[in-house]
C-alpha cells in the first residue's frame, strides 16, 4: 500500500498514513467433491512514518512511529452446492503490530484478533450473483468488536468458466 491521501506531520490525527505496507501472502486450497478448503498465511510489513506529529507547537522537533509486523491467518471450509451457488464458514486470526515511537517501544499496541462469520453465493442469472455475509468479533483486543452483515450482487463479464 502506497501512502496515499493527505498527510500532516504537525496534525495528530491524518487521513494518510505516511508509510508505505507490504502484505505477501500465500494461500493453498483444497477440493473434496463438493467442499473446497481454502487457507491463507500472510505478514504485514510496515515503513516507519518519519513525520508522526511533529514539528508543531506540542513537539518542535522529529518523531517517528514504528510497527512491528502483524501476521494473520484465514481460512475458508465452503460447499458447492451447484454451479455458483455456495456457502462457507469463515474465520481469521491475526497477531503482533507492536508500535513505537521514537525507538521506544510501546508493549499495549499488541494487537490480537480474529473474526468469525458465514457467506452465501446465490447466482440469479448467468452472470449475476447475491452475495450474503454475516461476521461477528470472535476474540478482539483493539478496534471495534462489532457484527457485520453485508449484501452484495455481484457481475461477471465472462460468463461462468470452462
Known amino acids: 500500500?502506497?501512502?496515499?491521501?493527505?498527510?500532516?506531520?504537525?496534525?495528530?490525527?491524518n487521513n494518510g498514513a505516511n508509510r508505505w505496507a507490504f502484505k505477501p501472502e500465500f494461500g493453498h486450497s483444497k477440493r473434496w467433491g463438493h467442499?473446497?478448503?481454502?487457507?491463507?498465511?500472510?505478514v504485514w510489513f510496515?515503513?516507519?512514518?518519519?513525520?508522526?506529529?511533529a514539528?508543531?507547537?506540542f513537539f518542535p522537533g522529529d518523531q517517528t512511529q514504528s510497527q512491528?509486523?502483524?501476521?494473520s491467518?484465514?481460512?475458508?471450509?465452503?460447499?458447492?452446492?451447484?454451479?455458483r451457488f455456495w456457502f462457507s464458514l469463515d474465520s481469521?486470526?491475526?497477531?503482533?503490530?507492536?508500535?513505537?515511537?521514537?525507538?521506544?517501544?510501546?508493549?499495549?499496541?499488541?494487537?490480537?484478533s480474529s473474526r468469525i462469520?458465514?457467506?452465501?453465493?446465490?447466482?440469479?442469472?448467468?452472470?449475476?450473483?447475491?452475495?450474503f455475509t454475516y461476521s461477528y468479533g470472535d476474540y478482539v483486543r483493539f478496534g471495534g468488536n462489532f457484527q457485520n452483515v453485508s449484501v452484495a450482487w455481484q457481475y461477471s463479464w465472462v460468463g461462468r468458466p470452462s
Open 92 to 112: 481469521n486470526f491475526w497477531y503482533g503490530g507492536r508500535t513505537s515511537r521514537n525507538g521506544v517501544e510501546n508493549t499495549n499496541t499488541l494487537q490480537t
Open 1 to 13: 500500500m502506497a501512502p496515499t491521501g493527505q498527510y500532516d506531520g504537525t496534525k495528530l490525527i
Open 117 to 131: 462469520g458465514a457467506t452465501t453465493s446465490i447466482p440469479i442469472s448467468k452472470h449475476q450473483s447475491l452475495k
Open 73 to 83: 491467518f484465514e481460512g475458508h471450509l465452503s460447499y458447492d452446492v451447484k454451479d
Open 35 to 42: 467442499w473446497v478448503l481454502d487457507s491463507y498465511a500472510a
Open 46 to 53: 510496515f515503513t516507519t512514518n518519519p513525520e508522526l506529529f
Open 55 to 57: 514539528h508543531n507547537a
Open 68 to 71: 512491528k509486523p502483524i501476521g
